[in-house]
T-cell receptor, first 113, second 112 residues
Framework: ETGVTQSPTHLIKTRGQQVTLRCSSQ?????VSWYQQALGQGPQFIFQ???????GRGNFPPRFSGLQFPNYSSELNVNALELDDSALYLC????????????FGQGTRLTVV | GENVEQHPSTLSVQEGDSAVIKCTYS??????FPWYKQELGKRPQLIID?????GEKKDQRIAVTLNKTAKHFSLHITETQPEDSAVYFC???????????FGTGTRLQVFP
């Protein structure tokens, strides 16, 4: 186990709704990155948070937003859900920006109907 | 833009044979290349990684090679076992961003 936990594990939402996904980073890690993994594809970078500030963003629209808290846990918020948002959402924590490996959580499977 | 190509998309081998997965990256600033194994419904797990100042790294039955000039890196699994069956992803990260760019994955099946 990596020590990175995500909640919930599964979620079903209706198109147009909003969703919040949560991630607790591994102890001692101050950097959290979020990825979207559609079925049969590789993870796609959404954004990264370092010490409560956004530190890089991938090619995702503004309705994808995030937060990082003083304890370095993080949230991913998605507004106005679309069917194509159905995916596995993964968070990964690292000891610091630019540091070694990223440790992935088990993911949240989001289904939009 | 940044891109990582991965081949093959599927690979079937007999138990005991070797398996090779190849990736090509586009960003010259890439300096870190991890490989992840993902079993169905589970998180990606790091199995080996290599940095740009190293040409080859080995860990038991798994090895990774890196050719910076050609922007290629490869995963080699020897003496494959049925439990090696999974989807494998390569990724690249550049020194001036912190995001991992993943390949499209290779589904490896090892038949007993």
């Amino acid at each position: 186990e990596t020590g990175v936990t995500q909640s919930p594990t599964h979620l079903i939402k209706t198109r147009g709704q909003q969703v919040t996904l949560r991630c607790s980073s591994q102890s001692g890690h101050n950097t959290v990155s979020w990825y979207q993994q559609a079925l049969g594809q590789g993870p796609q970078f959404i954004f990264q948070y370092y010490r409560e500030e956004e530190n890089g963003r991938g090619n995702f629209p503004p309705r994808f937003s995030g937060l990082q808290f003083p304890n370095y846990s993080s949230e991913l918020n998605v507004n106005a859900l679309e069917l194509d948002d159905s995916a596995l959402y993964l968070c990964a924590s690292s000891p610091s920006v630019g540091d070694t490996e990223a440790f992935f959580g088990q993911g949240t499977r989001l289904t939009v109907v | 833009g940044e891109n990582v190509e991965q081949h093959p998309s599927t690979l079937s081998v007999q138990e005991g044979d070797s398996a090779v997965i190849k990736c090509t990256y586009s960003d010259s600033a890439s300096n870190y290349f991890p490989w992840y194994k993902q079993e169905l419904g589970k998180r990606p797990q790091l199995i080996i990684d290599i940095r740009s100042n190293v040409g080859e790294k080995k860990d038991q039955r798994i090895a990774v090679t890196l050719n910076k000039t050609a922007k290629h890196f490869s995963l080699h699994i020897t003496e494959t076992q049925p439990e090696d069956s999974a989807v494998y992803f390569c990724a690249a990260r550049s020194y001036n961003t912190d995001k991992l760019i993943f390949g499209t994955g290779t589904r490896l099946q090892v038949f007993p």
